[in-house]
T-cell receptor, first 111, second 111 residues
Framework: DQQVKQNSPSLSVQEGRISILNCDYT??????FLWYKKYPAEGPTFLIS?????DKNEDGRFTVFLNKSAKHLSLHIVPSQPGDSAVYFC??????????FGKGTRLSVIA | DTAVSQTPKYLVTQMGNDKSIKCEQN?????MYWYKQDSKKFLKIMFS???????INETVPNRFSPKSPDKAHLNLHINSLELGDSAVYFC??????????FGPGTRLTVL
């Protein structure tokens, strides 16, 4: 039973446009959410996070939105750049057990 | 300075062999993990370990065993390797169950 779902395995976006990656979760005990970025042949790297007491967190071109009632979060990248092409993993935590990861979404930013 | 390091980066071996992958973190974290990224690119947690408890994903065969000589190291031992064990294995560490830092991965190929 997947507690964290990324339903889009891939996404293609034109350079300069907005990329929106989505993530849904089922466990209402999750109170901390993270996005990781992974390039081929490298380990995932932390990108941005959000606590359940917030509904938005922004860091440069990256913004994460959290809708607790819908159990949904999204990562917005604007403007998208070719270097953003990678696999993005959503992850969630209840603070007492290890992070639960989604299956990832492969983002391709086309120049 | 590499925060989480793994050796070797590549490992090619025959079926039936026993092998180990080493992991070291210099972040002072109290919790370490092993993940398997399979052919479908899913990140599956295998173990999480701190000085108090080892949490094992119940789907992991008992041919896999983590060994922690000290807080900075969590090595992965695999006995009687099988073809299906071919994957990329990632080590990670965190303070408690917060944001995790990943190593670069070890690509294991079983022939």
């Amino acid at each position: 039973d997947q507690q964290v779902k990324q339903n889009s395995p891939s996404l293609s976006v034109q350079e300069g446009r907005i990329s929106i990656l989505n993530c849904d979760y089922t466990n209402s005990m999750f109170d901390y959410f993270l996005w990781y970025k992974k390039y081929p042949a490298e380990g995932p790297t932390f990108l941005i996070s959000i606590s359940s007491i917030k509904d938005k967190n922004e860091d440069g071109r990256f913004t994460v939105f959290l809708n607790k009632s819908a159990k949904h979060l999204s990562l917005h990248i604007v403007p998208s750049q070719p270097g953003d092409s990678a696999v993005y993993f959503c992850a969630a935590s209840d603070g007492n057990t290890p992070l639960v990861f989604g299956k990832g979404t492969r983002l391709s930013v086309i120049a | 300075d590499t925060a989480v390091s793994q050796t070797p980066k590549y490992l090619v071996t025959q079926m039936g062999n026993d092998k180990s992958i080493k992991c070291e973190q210099n972040l002072g974290h109290d919790t370490m993990y092993w993940y398997k990224q399979d052919s479908k690119k899913f990140l599956k947690i295998m173990f999480s370990y701190n000085n108090k408890e080892l949490i094992i994903n119940e789907t992991v065969p008992n041919r896999f065993s983590p060994k922690s000589p000290d807080k900075a190291h969590l090595n992965l031992h695999i006995n009687s390797l099988e073809l299906g064990d071919s994957a990329v294995y990632f080590c990670a560490s965190s303070h408690r169950y917060n944001e995790q830092f990943f190593g670069p991965g070890t690509r294991l190929t079983v022939l």
